[in-house]
């Protein structure tokens, strides 16, 4: 069974550029969540789908990130317009469920707004 | 809010030594669920052992345990016969479980094995 991939596994862009990160889940698992870790910091809880439907979005920073995931397979999670501040290690997990469930972790996309 | 402290930001043992990575989190829930997560440099983060906090018995996988002290609010990671490929990020995170999905992280802890 494939694991949790993510595309790019670098990207340095400019900031007021637009950068989109693809999270492809375990296959067969109905929640997907993004998580970011600043340098230093925490990893941060960013959001979580159910299937194709945002359960919860409170973890995202504002209104430059939008997450989507299309007919509950994969998810894209686009930066726009960039900040520095957007820095960071974006990381994306799948569960096959909700309850009692294990979220195994994608290797992360490396993100550098100069 | 929950939170999750590891106050230990760098640790180093010596190959085939124990080495013992600390965890503190707080919360008022009575149901919940700690892990131990390990990313190794520039490689995926993987799950190293979960614990349910109903469970009394401390959870083990292979060389690595867990002390769990329920009423402390305390969850260690013992990691045994330490082994080069050991060297990693850890990660201890707090899941409230039900239908709050995301996990709470702390900071992590960075763990170098010496030959």
């Given amino acids: 069974e494939a694991g949790v991939t993510q595309f ?28 970011r870790r ?22 995202m920073p504002n209104n430059r990130f939008l997450a989507e995931r299309t007919g509950g397979t994969y998810s894209t999670l686009k930066v726009q317009p960039a900040e520095l501040e957007d820095s960071g290690v974006y990381f994306c997990a799948s569960s096959r469920q909700l309850y009692q469930e294990t979220q195994y972790f994608g290797p992360g996309t490396r993100l550098l707004v100069l | ?28 829930e009575s149901d919940y669920y700690l892990f ?11 799950l190293v052992i979960r614990q349910e906090a109903y469970k009394q018995q401390n959870a083990t996988e292979n060389r690595f345990s867990v002390n769990f002290q329920k009423a402390a609010k305390s969850f260690s990671l013992k990691i045994s016969d330490s082994q080069l490929g050991d060297a990693a990020m850890y990660f201890c995170a707090y899941w409230a479980g039900g239908s709050q999905g995301n996990l709470i992280f702390g900071k992590g802890t960075k763990l170098s094995v010496k030959p």
């Avoid at chain 1, 340095?12 to 990160?21: C, P, S």
């Avoid at chain 1, 600043?38 to 973890?59: A, T």
């Avoid at chain 2, 929950?2 to 503190?24: H, I, K, N, R, Y």
Wanted: charged share 20%.
């Fill in chain 2, 36 to 46: 131990w997560y390990k990313q190794p440099p520039s490689r995926q983060m993987i």
């Fill in chain 2, 1 to 28: 809010a929950q939170t999750v402290t590891q106050s230990q930001p760098e640790m180093s043992v010596q190959e085939a030594e124990t080495v013992t990575l600390s965890c503190t989190y707080d919360t008022s």
């Fill in chain 1, 38 to 59: 600043v340098m230093g910091k925490e990893i941060k809880f960013l959001l979580h789908f159910v299937k194709e439907s945002k359960q919860d979005e409170s973890g």
């Fill in chain 1, 8 to 35: 790019p596994s670098h990207s340095v862009i400019e900031k007021g550029q637009t950068v989109t990160l693809r999270c492809d889940p375990i296959s067969g698992h109905d929640n997907l969540y993004w998580y």
